[in-house]
Nanobody, 125 residues
Framework: QVQLVESGGGLVRPGGSLRLSCAAS????????IGWFRQAPGKEREEVLC???????????DSVKGRFTVSTISGDSAKNTVHLQMNSLNPEDTAVYYC???????????????WGQGTQVTVSS
């Protein structure tokens, strides 16, 4: 059974940084893609970026290029972790952030078979 658990959200001032984590179990990250999505209040869930099983990052949101990076740590085969480093945060980044697993990176949310519960990121002074 695939399980994804996000952590690391919180309140940060504009210009600050946060690192989100997505702990994945039941899958092997070398053979799966992990996408990061976010949903702001009153808006649809949008794709942010994705890291493929081979470690390539695909950015879907231009506004995060140069500020967000993603990396994978595949240690314990029973639990792997994907980190989303977010720098130079601004209020427009405020949202609930979700990670999701798929066979391949895709903009299509329906391609993702498993989702985490989400973690709140609030950027405010």
């Amino acid at each position: 059974q695939v399980q994804l658990v996000e952590s690391g959200g919180g309140l940060v001032r504009p210009g600050g940084s946060l690192r989100l984590s997505c702990a994945a179990s039941g899958i092997t990250l070398n053979y799966h893609a992990i996408g990061w999505f976010r949903q702001a209040p009153g808006k649809e869930r949008e794709e942010v970026l994705c890291i493929s099983g081979s470690g390539n990052t695909i950015y879907y949101k231009d506004s995060v290029k140069g500020r967000f990076t993603v990396s994978t740590i595949s240690g314990d085969s029973a639990k792997n972790t994907v980190h989303l480093q977010m720098n130079s945060l601004n209020p427009e980044d405020t949202a609930v952030y979700y990670c999701a697993a798929a066979t391949y990176c895709s903009r299509n949310k329906n391609a993702y078979l498993s989702w985490g519960q989400g973690t709140q990121v609030t950027v405010s002074s």
